[in-house]
């Protein structure tokens, strides 16, 4: 099992330490991944894995072990299959989060989001415009630019491929590819490069 300590806030490590004693699981801290920033695993044997990006943040990397935390709790309680996101995963993350949702563990810019988020926790914190920005600001990667703030028509880089910002849907943008011509619905809060 890997130390989380280093990766996460503190004043929740004590909290972390007792969760990854209740349950045998094995964590594994992995690179930057592009598409997530952290799952979670049962085999057909009931072993159960929890991977995180060990390039979060703190509040990022503690944020997302308890969402995926909350994942092993609900396949220990549920055998049967539920939704990944559904009722018990929700219930579950809010009831986790609860004790270390306080200004000891997360600054205020943070706290204040992150409570609101907690109301009805989404399946990724990206889906929530306000949490992803007050996250971002303690990413020291980020680059400070995020498809939300390019005007409709303008070109932008992501993910090594140039783009057309088209029109914003809810918390996603409508884009054209410019080689391919092909239209793609990214995330608002994505990190790009404006040309």
Same mark, same amino acid.
């Given at each position: 099992m890997q130390n989380i300590d280093d990766f996460i806030p503190a004043a929740a490590a004590q909290y972390c330490q007792d969760l990854i004693s209740r349950h045998q699981f094995k964590l594994i801290l992995t690179k930057e991944r592009q598409t997530k920033l952290g799952d979670?695993?049962?085999?057909?044997?009931?072993? @159960?894995?929890?991977?995180?990006?060990?390039? /979060?943040?703190?509040?990022?990397f503690l944020i997302t072990f308890i969402h995926e935390y909350a994942h092993l709790l609900v396949a220990v309680g549920h055998p049967k299959s539920v939704k990944a996101h559904g009722k018990e995963w929700k219930n579950t993350f809010k009831e986790l989060m609860l004790p270390i949702l306080n200004p000891q563990v997360f600054p205020d810019q943070v706290l204040r989001p992150l409570a609101n988020h907690m109301r009805n926790p989404k399946a990724a914190s990206a889906s929530d415009p306000r949490l992803w920005q007050a996250l971002k600001e303690f990413s020291p990667n980020a680059s400070g630019i995020t498809l939300?703030?390019?005007?409709?028509?303008?070109?932008? /880089?992501?993910?090594?491929?140039?783009?057309?910002? *088209? %029109?914003?849907?809810?918390?996603? *943008? /409508?884009?054209?590819?410019? %080689? %391919?011509?092909?239209? @793609? /619905?990214?995330?608002? *809060?994505?990190?790009?490069?404006?040309?």
């Open positions: 979670f695993r049962r085999d057909k044997y009931n072993n @159960y894995t929890i991977t995180v990006n060990r390039t /979060l943040n703190p509040f990022q939300e703030d390019i005007a409709p028509g303008d070109k932008f /880089l992501f993910k090594k491929r140039w783009f057309v910002k *088209v %029109s914003k849907r809810r918390t996603r *943008v /409508l884009c054209q590819e410019i %080689s %391919s011509g092909k239209q @793609y /619905l990214i995330p608002a *809060v994505a990190d790009v490069n404006q040309a």
